[in-house]
């Protein structure tokens, strides 16, 4: 197990709070296993592995799902995702004057680099470390580049911006404060850097299935101390703070946490060193592992398990990942799974294919197999399809 240091603070003493495990396709460069600790020092909560910092990088360039041609956040491709994106840029563009620079790190496909420029900015930038993200940004007349948060050299040197927007991105890297002082050496004297986060201080299950916080992309955990703990030690300071409800499915509202850093002359740290709360984290993961044992669907799929029951999965993502690495449904007699992901789709999970719909349902009706729902995120249009094809016994909505 290598020891990642804090991100935050870098000491190098952290207590264990628990285990996280996932199923990954075999060409994954993330870790299927991390330990989630708390930094004995600030108390920041982040997960580490015997993985580095290149294999996310590896990660994020070739394998990245803000890729995916099936509801990419970032993309502005579908509705949730397009109102997100226009609330943020209503955020970020107050009393911001129409000429002022604007680089986007972690840009994805551009939605809100798009979005800006609709509402008349035209000294756009974007970094990403995916190939096919920086063409689809390019492909709007917008200067983007193929480049990590983490490098030293960047391809705008010796630019410098009004703005820079790190929209859920440090939740991603490997070092926060090296990536802090990367992005603080480009801001112009009087610039700002945006940034926004999942709010760990409101994980919850209410709406989410168990661990929906915790996926293997998600290795750092903020709430407002952190951010304050992290603007101090690099003598910037919180010009303003906001808690956003992001509406990403039916009733479904993901907490994020957002602030605009400035340069500063103070270095003072909040009075509470405590960044975000472990208890509240080992709440959330206690709370979390009760539902994944007792609920009625997992006892459905230990008896799937013990009957060798046919089963086709619908839905390759995080979920499912976490499905077959902590749960009996891959020890089930699985056929396939099914994912709307072309991305996906021929690539394998626990070694079992992923199919598109109409083949993967083909398979599930010669077999008469169990078709078992695992979709976090909008998944009440599909079921209620699927009902009108397979008779309801043969549906598991975990």
Not at 145 to 154: F, T, Y
Not at 157 to 177: G, K, N, T
Not at 263 to 288: E, H, K, W
Request: with cysteine.
């Amino acid at each position: 197990m290598i020891n990642r240091v804090c991100p935050l603070c870098r000491s190098s003493e952290a207590a264990i709070l628990g285990e996280q495990r996932y199923c990954l396709e075999p060409e994954s460069t993330l870790p299927e296993f991390t330990e989630i600790v708390s930094c004995v020092d600030c108390g920041f909560v982040f997960a580490r592995s015997n993985h580095t910092a290149e294999d996310y990088k590896a990660y994020y360039a070739s394998q990245t799902r803000y890729e995916s041609t099936v509801d990419a956040s970032g993309s502005g491709e579908y509705a949730l995702d397009e109102q997100r994106i226009r609330d943020l840029v209503d955020l970020l563009t107050v009393s911001l004057p129409a000429d002022a620079s604007i680089l986007d790190i972690g840009a994805a496909k551009g939605g809100v680099l798009k979005e800006l420029k609709l509402k008349g900015f035209v000294n756009l930038y974007a970094m990403d470390p995916s190939s096919v993200c920086v063409q689809s940004i390019s492909a709007q007349g917008i200067e983007a580049h193929r480049a990590n948060l983490e490098d030293r050299q960047w391809p705008f040197d010796p630019m410098q911006f009004d703005l820079i927007i790190l929209s859920h991105v440090l939740e991603h890297v490997f070092d926060i404060s090296a990536c802090l002082e990367n992005a603080q050496q480009r801001l112009k004297e009087n610039g700002r850097i945006y940034i926004e986060v999942p709010d760990a201080a409101r994980y919850s299950n209410e709406g989410f299935p168990p661990f929906y916080f915790f996926d293997p992309e998600h290795i750092n955990h903020f709430n407002l101390t952190a951010f304050e703990v992290l603007a101090a030690s690099h003598s910037m300071k919180i010009e303003k703070s906001v808690y956003r409800e992001l509406n990403v499915g039916e009733n479904q509202s993901y907490p994020a946490l957002g602030a605009f850093l400035k340069n500063s002359n103070t270095d003072a740290y909040p009075n509470n060193s405590s960044t975000v709360s472990s208890r509240n984290i080992l709440r959330y993961m206690i709370d979390s592992q009760n539902l994944l044992a007792s609920g009625e669907n997992y006892t459905k799929l230990r008896q799937l398990a013990a009957q060798n029951s046919p089963v086709v999965i619908w839905g390759a993502g995080s979920y499912c990942r976490r499905l077959l690495a902590n749960t009996p449904l891959a020890e089930t007699n699985l056929l396939g799974i099914i994912d709307n992901d072309i991305g996906k789709q021929g690539k394998k999970l626990a070694g079992i294919e992923i199919y598109p719909p109409e083949q993967g349902l083909a398979l599930s009706k010669k077999h008469g197999a169990t078709l078992v729902i695992a979709i976090a995120l909008n998944s009440g249009d599909l079921i209620a399809e699927q009902k009108q094809q397979v008779s309801n016994q043969n549906i598991l909505v975990l």
